[in-house]
Protein backbone atom coordinates (compact mmCIF):
# COMPACT_ATOMS: atom_id res chain seq x y z
CA UNK A 1 0.00 0.00 0.00
CA UNK A 2 1.55 3.35 -1.21
CA UNK A 3 2.48 5.46 2.06
CA UNK A 4 -0.03 7.80 2.15
CA UNK A 5 -1.33 9.83 5.04
CA UNK A 6 -4.98 9.85 5.39
CA UNK A 7 -6.86 13.12 6.45
CA UNK A 8 -9.74 11.33 8.28
CA UNK A 9 -11.81 14.45 8.46
CA UNK A 10 -12.15 15.03 4.78
CA UNK A 11 -12.46 11.30 4.38
CA UNK A 12 -16.06 11.65 6.81
CA UNK A 13 -17.02 14.77 5.31
CA UNK A 14 -16.40 15.02 1.75
CA UNK A 15 -16.24 11.08 0.98
CA UNK A 16 -18.99 9.74 3.26
CA UNK A 17 -19.86 7.60 0.03
CA UNK A 18 -17.37 5.46 0.55
CA UNK A 19 -19.38 4.07 3.92
CA UNK A 20 -22.86 4.87 2.31
CA UNK A 21 -21.96 2.44 -0.21
CA UNK A 22 -20.30 0.27 1.77
CA UNK A 23 -23.96 -0.87 3.57
CA UNK A 24 -24.65 -2.47 0.29
CA UNK A 25 -22.36 -4.68 1.03
CA UNK A 26 -23.18 -5.06 4.09
CA UNK A 27 -26.17 -6.95 2.82
CA UNK A 28 -23.56 -9.82 1.36
CA UNK A 29 -21.74 -10.44 4.57
CA UNK A 30 -25.42 -10.94 6.72
CA UNK A 31 -23.68 -11.04 10.03
CA UNK A 32 -25.21 -13.07 12.59
CA UNK A 33 -25.13 -12.78 16.33
CA UNK A 34 -22.17 -14.14 18.09
CA UNK A 35 -19.45 -13.94 14.98
CA UNK A 36 -16.37 -12.78 15.31
CA UNK A 37 -15.72 -10.45 12.00
CA UNK A 38 -13.05 -8.52 10.67
CA UNK A 39 -13.30 -5.08 8.98
CA UNK A 40 -10.16 -5.17 7.06
CA UNK A 41 -9.63 -1.34 6.12
CA UNK A 42 -12.09 0.17 8.56
CA UNK A 43 -11.58 3.70 7.73
CA UNK A 44 -13.17 5.46 10.69
CA UNK A 45 -15.26 2.75 11.65
CA UNK A 46 -18.47 2.99 10.64
CA UNK A 47 -19.32 -0.02 8.58
CA UNK A 48 -17.73 -1.90 11.91
CA UNK A 49 -20.34 -0.17 13.43
CA UNK A 50 -22.87 -1.36 11.12
CA UNK A 51 -21.99 -4.63 11.45
CA UNK A 52 -22.02 -4.88 15.46
CA UNK A 53 -25.57 -3.81 15.66
CA UNK A 54 -26.51 -7.33 14.43
CA UNK A 55 -24.80 -8.73 17.69
CA UNK A 56 -21.30 -9.84 16.00
CA UNK A 57 -17.85 -8.98 17.71
CA UNK A 58 -16.33 -6.64 15.08
CA UNK A 59 -12.53 -6.18 15.31
CA UNK A 60 -11.12 -3.14 12.80
CA UNK A 61 -7.83 -2.68 11.21
CA UNK A 62 -6.39 -0.05 8.81
CA UNK A 63 -3.23 0.69 8.22
CA UNK A 64 -3.51 4.15 9.11
CA UNK A 65 -3.06 5.36 12.50
CA UNK A 66 -5.37 8.68 12.24
CA UNK A 67 -8.35 6.82 10.91
CA UNK A 68 -7.81 4.03 13.73
CA UNK A 69 -7.60 6.57 16.20
CA UNK A 70 -10.79 8.76 15.01
CA UNK A 71 -12.54 5.12 14.96
CA UNK A 72 -11.72 4.42 18.63
CA UNK A 73 -12.91 7.64 19.88
CA UNK A 74 -16.35 7.43 17.71
CA UNK A 75 -16.84 3.68 18.72
CA UNK A 76 -14.59 2.89 21.50
CA UNK A 77 -16.83 -0.51 22.40
CA UNK A 78 -15.11 -2.15 19.37
CA UNK A 79 -11.67 -3.17 18.67
CA UNK A 80 -9.55 -1.25 16.85
CA UNK A 81 -5.82 -1.89 15.63
CA UNK A 82 -2.73 -0.51 13.35
CA UNK A 83 -2.04 -3.11 11.15
CA UNK A 84 -1.03 -3.52 7.70
CA UNK A 85 -3.71 -5.32 5.14
CA UNK A 86 -0.30 -8.10 3.69
CA UNK A 87 0.74 -8.59 7.09
CA UNK A 88 -1.69 -9.40 9.90
CA UNK A 89 -1.99 -12.44 12.11
CA UNK A 90 -4.52 -12.73 15.03
CA UNK A 91 -4.58 -15.41 17.33
CA UNK A 92 -8.26 -16.40 17.01
CA UNK A 93 -9.68 -16.98 13.62
CA UNK A 94 -13.25 -14.68 12.51
CA UNK A 95 -15.94 -16.16 11.02
CA UNK A 96 -15.79 -13.77 8.01
CA UNK A 97 -13.77 -10.93 7.16
CA UNK A 98 -15.05 -7.94 5.28
CA UNK A 99 -13.36 -5.68 3.36
CA UNK A 100 -14.88 -2.62 1.27
CA UNK A 101 -12.70 -0.09 -0.76
CA UNK A 102 -9.46 -1.08 0.83
CA UNK A 103 -8.02 -3.85 -1.54
CA UNK A 104 -6.97 -1.68 -4.25
CA UNK A 105 -4.41 0.11 -2.77
CA UNK A 106 -2.58 -3.28 -1.51
CA UNK A 107 -0.23 -4.01 -4.41
CA UNK A 108 1.09 -7.37 -2.06
CA UNK A 109 -1.89 -8.65 -3.04
CA UNK A 110 -0.91 -12.06 -2.83
CA UNK A 111 0.27 -11.62 0.91
CA UNK A 112 -3.26 -9.34 1.51
CA UNK A 113 -5.53 -12.63 0.48
CA UNK A 114 -2.96 -15.36 2.15
CA UNK A 115 -3.45 -13.45 5.57
CA UNK A 116 -7.79 -13.19 4.67
CA UNK A 117 -7.14 -17.04 4.24
CA UNK A 118 -4.96 -17.62 7.20
CA UNK A 119 -7.06 -15.87 9.43
CA UNK A 120 -10.52 -16.91 8.62
CA UNK A 121 -11.72 -20.38 10.80
CA UNK A 122 -12.76 -23.55 8.06
CA UNK A 123 -16.12 -22.60 6.45
CA UNK A 124 -15.25 -18.78 7.40
CA UNK A 125 -16.28 -16.41 4.47
CA UNK A 126 -14.87 -13.65 2.50
CA UNK A 127 -17.01 -10.43 1.51
CA UNK A 128 -15.14 -7.72 -0.22
CA UNK A 129 -15.71 -5.07 -2.58
CA UNK A 130 -13.03 -2.80 -3.92
CA UNK A 131 -11.87 -0.74 -7.52
CA UNK A 132 -12.08 -3.00 -10.63
CA UNK A 133 -10.64 -2.59 -13.97
CA UNK A 134 -11.17 0.15 -15.70
CA UNK A 135 -12.00 2.41 -12.20
CA UNK A 136 -11.07 6.15 -12.16
CA UNK A 137 -9.48 5.87 -15.40
CA UNK A 138 -11.02 9.13 -16.70
CA UNK A 139 -9.40 10.66 -13.69
CA UNK A 140 -5.99 8.93 -13.81
CA UNK A 141 -6.13 10.11 -17.57
CA UNK A 142 -6.92 14.03 -16.65
CA UNK A 143 -4.02 13.46 -14.46
CA UNK A 144 -1.81 12.05 -16.86
CA UNK A 145 -2.62 14.59 -19.47
CA UNK A 146 -2.19 17.73 -17.23
CA UNK A 147 1.31 16.35 -16.20
CA UNK A 148 2.18 16.45 -20.09
CA UNK A 149 1.06 19.66 -20.37
CA UNK A 150 2.99 21.55 -17.53
CA UNK A 151 6.45 19.52 -18.74
CA UNK A 152 5.97 17.30 -16.17
CA UNK A 153 5.56 13.72 -18.21
CA UNK A 154 8.89 12.36 -16.64
CA UNK A 155 7.85 13.39 -13.46
CA UNK A 156 4.99 10.79 -13.34
CA UNK A 157 4.46 8.59 -9.89
CA UNK A 158 4.39 4.39 -10.77
CA UNK A 159 1.07 3.11 -11.26
CA UNK A 160 -0.13 2.48 -7.22
CA UNK A 161 -3.75 1.75 -7.44
CA UNK A 162 -4.59 -2.31 -7.89
CA UNK A 163 -7.10 -2.36 -10.34
CA UNK A 164 -8.27 -6.34 -11.11
CA UNK A 165 -10.36 -7.73 -13.45
CA UNK A 166 -12.94 -10.07 -11.95
CA UNK A 167 -11.09 -13.19 -13.32
CA UNK A 168 -7.65 -12.03 -12.27
CA UNK A 169 -8.98 -11.45 -8.64
CA UNK A 170 -11.08 -14.75 -7.86
CA UNK A 171 -7.86 -16.67 -9.49
CA UNK A 172 -6.00 -15.22 -6.99
CA UNK A 173 -8.42 -16.37 -4.52
CA UNK A 174 -8.84 -19.94 -6.20
CA UNK A 175 -5.26 -20.10 -5.95
CA UNK A 176 -5.31 -19.14 -2.24
CA UNK A 177 -8.02 -21.90 -1.32
CA UNK A 178 -10.94 -20.01 -1.32
CA UNK A 179 -14.08 -21.16 -3.29
CA UNK A 180 -15.44 -18.17 -4.75
CA UNK A 181 -19.44 -18.26 -4.61
CA UNK A 182 -20.59 -14.90 -6.34
CA UNK A 183 -18.73 -12.10 -8.34
CA UNK A 184 -19.46 -8.97 -10.12
CA UNK A 185 -17.82 -6.58 -11.78
CA UNK A 186 -20.04 -3.52 -12.18
CA UNK A 187 -20.19 0.32 -13.26
CA UNK A 188 -21.03 2.51 -10.40
CA UNK A 189 -20.61 6.28 -11.46
CA UNK A 190 -20.63 7.83 -8.19
CA UNK A 191 -21.68 11.34 -7.27
CA UNK A 192 -18.47 13.73 -5.46
CA UNK A 193 -20.17 16.09 -3.08
CA UNK A 194 -19.72 20.11 -4.01
CA UNK A 195 -18.46 22.14 -6.25
CA UNK A 196 -14.91 21.28 -5.24
CA UNK A 197 -15.84 17.67 -5.08
CA UNK A 198 -13.56 16.42 -7.93
CA UNK A 199 -10.38 18.53 -6.83
CA UNK A 200 -11.31 17.00 -3.35
CA UNK A 201 -11.13 13.45 -4.47
CA UNK A 202 -7.84 13.93 -6.34
CA UNK A 203 -6.77 15.43 -3.22
CA UNK A 204 -7.49 12.64 -0.71
CA UNK A 205 -7.50 9.54 -2.76
CA UNK A 206 -4.71 10.68 -5.78
CA UNK A 207 -1.83 12.56 -3.60
CA UNK A 208 0.17 9.81 -4.83
CA UNK A 209 0.04 10.94 -8.59
CA UNK A 210 2.39 13.81 -7.12
CA UNK A 211 5.13 12.07 -5.47
CA UNK A 212 7.93 13.24 -7.64
CA UNK A 213 6.90 17.24 -8.26
CA UNK A 214 6.43 20.08 -5.60
CA UNK A 215 3.42 21.46 -4.01
CA UNK A 216 2.64 24.04 -6.47
CA UNK A 217 2.88 21.82 -9.11
CA UNK A 218 0.58 19.61 -8.24
CA UNK A 219 -2.04 22.18 -6.90
CA UNK A 220 -1.53 23.84 -10.81
CA UNK A 221 -1.86 19.70 -12.21
CA UNK A 222 -4.56 19.14 -9.84
CA UNK A 223 -6.28 22.46 -11.31
CA UNK A 224 -5.62 21.69 -15.07
CA UNK A 225 -7.05 17.93 -14.43
CA UNK A 226 -10.28 19.23 -12.76
CA UNK A 227 -11.00 21.65 -16.08
CA UNK A 228 -10.54 18.42 -18.18
CA UNK A 229 -12.95 16.70 -16.53
CA UNK A 230 -15.41 19.06 -16.45
CA UNK A 231 -17.41 18.92 -19.76
CA UNK A 232 -18.15 15.21 -18.67
CA UNK A 233 -18.32 14.51 -15.11
CA UNK A 234 -19.92 17.66 -14.05
CA UNK A 235 -23.07 18.45 -14.56
CA UNK A 236 -26.31 20.83 -12.92
CA UNK A 237 -23.79 21.51 -9.69
CA UNK A 238 -22.78 17.99 -9.08
CA UNK A 239 -19.55 16.12 -10.19
CA UNK A 240 -19.46 12.32 -10.44
CA UNK A 241 -16.34 10.16 -10.50
CA UNK A 242 -16.35 7.02 -12.78
CA UNK A 243 -15.99 4.27 -10.49
CA UNK A 244 -16.25 0.51 -11.41
CA UNK A 245 -16.68 -2.03 -9.06
CA UNK A 246 -15.75 -5.49 -8.25
CA UNK A 247 -17.16 -7.54 -5.50
CA UNK A 248 -16.92 -10.90 -4.64
CA UNK A 249 -17.78 -13.35 -2.26
CA UNK A 250 -15.77 -16.66 -1.06
CA UNK A 251 -15.53 -19.31 1.39
CA UNK A 252 -12.33 -21.18 3.21
Not at 23 to 29: A, F, H, Q, R, S
Not at 229 to 247: C, F, I, K, Q
Request: charge should be negative.
Amino acid sequence: MPDIKWNSELYDNSHSFVSAYGEDVVGWLQPKQGERILDLGCGTGQLAHTISLNGAEVVGIDKSPDMIAKAQAAYPELEFAVKDAAHFQFNQPFDAIFSNATLHWVNEKEKAVACMYNNLATGGRLVLEMGGKGNVQSIANAVSAAMDAEGLGDKKAAAFWYFPSLSEYTTLLEKQGFRVTAAIHFDRPTELAGEDGMLNWINMFGSFFFTHITAEQAATVTAKAVELLRSNYYRNGNWEADYVRLRIKAVK
